[in-house]
């Protein structure tokens, strides 16, 4: 069985330009998950999906990050623009439902300049 | 706010030790998780405890849920090299998102 996959793995940018992510989940998981997470933390959920519908974005920083899952499959999580604190580690995780064990993908390592 | 705290964050032990590492949360919560991570990598996933007095063992590790103290832990036997990594608890109290706790880096030595 398929992983997560996440792309892409490693990202550099500068203060004030836009970065994008993608996330393919596991075949036939409904609950699609975007966390942070900074060196020497814990991981932070962003945001939530059910399907194509945001169940949480409680914790994303709407001025700047949005996040979408247009087809109840793939997602993309976008950045603009960015700041030097967004530099972390942004995981996508997926699970079957909501409160099933969270499978999660490699991560792509974002560093802003 | 939900806290997840766990104890210690860094931890250095020799091979063939046994050791503890400790998982409070403050809100109440029937699900617990446990989580490896290795340098650079994503996170795998070792248990999930669902009800109190849950206790799941793998290999070397063996973790424990007791909901009343909410407290868990995950026990370390004979410890190896190849255990060295970080380790995390994270609680969905709602059955929806996971709340981390920082982690505990462990490094096991000869």
């Known amino acids: 069985e398929a992983g997560v996959a996440q792309s892409p793995r490693y990202k550099i940018i500068e203060k004030r330009q836009s970065v994008a992510f993608w996330c393919n989940p596991i075949s036939g998981h409904a609950t699609l998950y975007w966390y942070q997470q900074i060196l020497g933390q814990g991981p932070k959920l962003l945001i939530q999906?059910?399907?194509?519908?945001?169940?949480?974005d409680s914790q994303l920083p709407k001025d700047r990050f949005s996040a979408e899952r247009l087809k109840g499959v793939d997602s993309t999580l976008k950045i603009q623009p960015a700041k030097l604190e967004d530099s972390a580690v942004y995981l996508c995780a997926s699970s079957p439902r909501p409160g099933d064990t969270q499978y999660f993908g490699p991560g792509t390592r974002l560093t802003v300049l | 706010e939900l806290k997840v705290e766990q104890n210690p964050l860094f931890l250095s032990m020799q091979e063939g030790k046994n050791y503890t590492i400790y998982c409070n949360y403050s809100?109440?919560?029937?699900?617990l998780y446990w989580y490896r991570q290795d340098p650079g990598k994503s996170l795998e996933s070792l248990f999930v405890?669902?009800?109190?007095?849950a206790v799941k063992q793998e290999g070397r590790l063996m973790a424990s849920l007791d909901t009343k103290a909410r407290l868990s832990t995950l026990h370390i036997t004979a410890a190896v090299h190849d255990l060295s990594a970080t380790y995390f608890c994270a609680v969905d109290p709602h059955g929806y998102a996971l709340n981390f706790g920082k982690g505990t880096s462990l490094l096991v030595t000869p």
């Open positions: 405890l669902l009800s109190n007095g």
């Open positions: 809100t109440t919560s029937d699900r």
């Open positions: 999906f059910q399907n194509n519908g945001v169940v949480d």
